[in-house]
């Protein structure tokens, strides 16, 4: 099996290098027959993550294992949607024939070891695998009441729109068949963070009857994994009501964006009262 590995990253110098090197270990002790291909998609850091990226690369790609390193940078910021399409498009026009993409944040807040979980679903049924942080199984470490409610919010407005029971719309740490994200890709149109609940959106849109399934995820909204740009981020008063409100709307811009984008009709997923 070949599993391509997307990772969107942003001023990710400290994260980086024991991300792609725990995905290394796991691939060469848990997967030794099969191909990895890591590709990491810079969106445009200004701190060191060239360097820690081509430190990477020296590493990866010299060692005699079953994983190889890429890595494409951009001068400008564009979002982790637009990211995220640019990555995928950058894999789908390669030679290499692949089975299965996971998509893992750069930043820490993802943890690794549930790759070879992620796979297993992946290698069954599952056409899509999400890494759930509001799982009932999931631990929450200092998860903030906004997006608590933030993702209860949109992950009934998934439900309703498309019958899956899916417990985190939002999370960025995902797996699914490779002829998915690929078949997507030149459609996705989020730039910003809703991007989870596009790729959602399309899959079901493509494939109503598409089985997607979940494995529990710690909610990691403290903790030294992250840096402290997230830290802070998440701590008491680290942003406004008016900050937190924001976030909804453009979650509730995004979700409509790609349903008009998709041409639906509200009947479609309207119930009869």
Known sequence: MKVAILVPAYNN???????????????????????????VADDGSTDETNAALDICLKAVNSSKSNVRLNADSWSVNEGVGAITKKGLEIIAGSDKKIDFLI???????????????????????????????FHRSSGQINTPLDRALLNRVF???????????????????????????????????????????????????????????????????????????HRRRYRDGGETIEQKSARVAEAYAAVLRVLEDMKVNAKQFMKPS
């Not at 400290?14 to 848990?30: C, D, E, H, V, Y």
């Not at 893992?104 to 759930?132: T, Y």
Request: hydrophobic share 40%; charged share 25%; glycine share 8%.
């Open 103 to 133: 998509k893992i944040d750069g930043d820490g807040q993802h943890d690794p070891a549930l790759l070879p979980a992620i796979l297993v679903k992946l290698r069954g049924n599952a056409d899509l695998v999400i890494a759930s942080r």
């Open 13 to 39: 110098a400290r994260t980086l290098p024991n991300l792609i090197g725990s995905i290394q270990n796991i691939a060469k002790k848990m997967f030794p027959e099969d191909n990895f291909y890591i590709s």
């Open 155 to 229: 992950a009934g407005l998934i439900k309703e729109i498309t019958g899956w029971e899916i417990s985190d719309s939002r999370s960025r740490f995902m797996g699914m068949k490779w002829r998915h994200a690929k078949n997507m890709a030149p459609y996705l149109i989020t730039r910003r963070y809703g991007i989870p609940m596009e790729i959602i959106l399309r899959l079901w849109k493509m494939k109503p009857e598409a089985r997607v399934e979940e494995v529990p995820h710690p909610a990691l909204y403290g903790g030294q994994s992250l840096t402290e740009e």
